[in-house]
């Protein structure tokens, strides 16, 4: 199958890229990056900007996908800082996507949305249908980009589906996103010793570990269309609360100092998200069902997060 990334030098596209090609897949990666130093075999890795139209029809038009995978974005507390910015990668990025889709042979569309795209005030647990009112740029984005996909489907016959992402964890540098806390507790708890987290300790929102986030990717991507009754999945995991993450993290790191400072700006953002998600259309639909609870995760993270310091050189470069 030919896929084309787009955002494959981020937080998802990193983890994604190599499962892609273990599968057999042939890799388009698309991002404004330079390809790094070991690219798996499979990928042609190209420089280019989804803002801009001429470079992304170039890039569908000439590799020909069966699917876009479309996972280049600005985040939550990056896109407060920068929100026009924010609007053309997310806004504009999905557009030309959506677009270059639509005429040039209707590949799949599959499309990354976020628990940033509800807002404050919703009963846990939080379903799929209920008022999208999302308080950040990041999250007018990407319930825009989710209705604008589906104006797609209806109005063009294009297959576009996606799943609202939990705050992610990985083995990986986190870039720009308020959930980072949750992984600079295992990061900078190796490589430091200790981390002040941003959030209260009481802060508690959705998260999920990123292999069963990819998994999550390419089982609804691969999904019949027929099973499908919508375009959008809540998929949920875990939701522990800051210090529970804090318990986890001490109970593995020996010694390790994590202490707690709320950021305002942050905080509030984190505050008008939902604690925990219902999915259970995922899982009716298309079988959905995480793997990773906090214990599962935190074993199988912290032997990557040291590898990835070993690999780092102390690891400078991981503080975002
Ligand atoms: N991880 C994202 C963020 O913090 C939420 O989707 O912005």
């Not at 897949?25 to 130093?37: G, I, R």
């Not at 990668?89 to 030309?96: A, F, K, Q």
């Not at 063009?156 to 992610?168: E, K, S, T």
């Not at 950021?263 to 959905?288: C, M, N, T």
Request: overall charge negative; glycine content about 10%; proline content about 7%.
């Amino acid at each position: 199958m030919k896929i084309l990334l787009t955002g494959a030098a981020g937080q998802v596209g990193t983890d994604l890229l190599p499962l892609l090609t273990e599968r057999g897949d042939q890799v388009l990666a698309f991002d404004l990056a330079p390809a790094p130093k070991h690219l798996p075999d499979g990928v042609e890795w190209v420089r280019g900007d989804v803002t801009q139209s001429a470079e992304v029809y170039d890039a569908v038009s000439g590799f020909k996908p069966d699917r876009i995978m479309h996972f280049a974005a600005i985040l939550s507390a990056r896109g407060e800082q920068i929100p026009h910015r924010a609007w053309r990668v997310n806004m504009d990025g999905t557009l030309h996507v959506l677009e270059a889709a639509r005429l040039f042979g209707k590949p799949q569309v599959f499309y990354t949305s976020t628990i940033a795209a509800f807002g404050p005030g919703l009963p846990n647990p939080v379903g799929d249908d209920v008022p999208l009112r999302p308080s950040t740029m990041y999250g007018v984005t990407k319930v825009a980009g989710e209705r604008l996909g589906e104006y797609y489907q209806s109005h063009f016959g294009l297959d576009f589906r996606g799943v609202r992402f939990p705050g992610l964890i990985n083995a990986g540098i986190p870039g720009g996103g308020t959930s980072d806390y949750a992984l600079f507790m295992y990061v900078d708890g190796l490589r430091t010793g200790r981390y002040e987290c941003f959030v209260s300790p009481q802060s508690r929102i959705p998260f999920m570990y990123m292999p069963d986030a990819l998994r999550a990717v390419l089982e609804l991507s691969d999904a019949p269309q027929k099973s499908l009754g919508r375009s959008i999945y809540n998929i949920a995991a875990i939701s522990p609360s800051a210090e529970e993450i804090a318990a986890a993290v001490r109970a593995r790191i020996p010694g390790v100092e994590l202490t707690f400072k709320s950021d305002p700006e942050r905080q509030a953002i984190l505050d008008s998200w939902p604690q925990v998600l219902d999915d259970h259309h995922a899982r009716f639909e298309w079988g959905w069902n995480h793997e990773f609870d906090l214990d599962g995760m935190s074993d199988d993270l912290l032997p990557k997060v040291r590898e990835l310091i070993a690999k780092e050189g102390g690891g400078e470069k991981l503080h975002a």
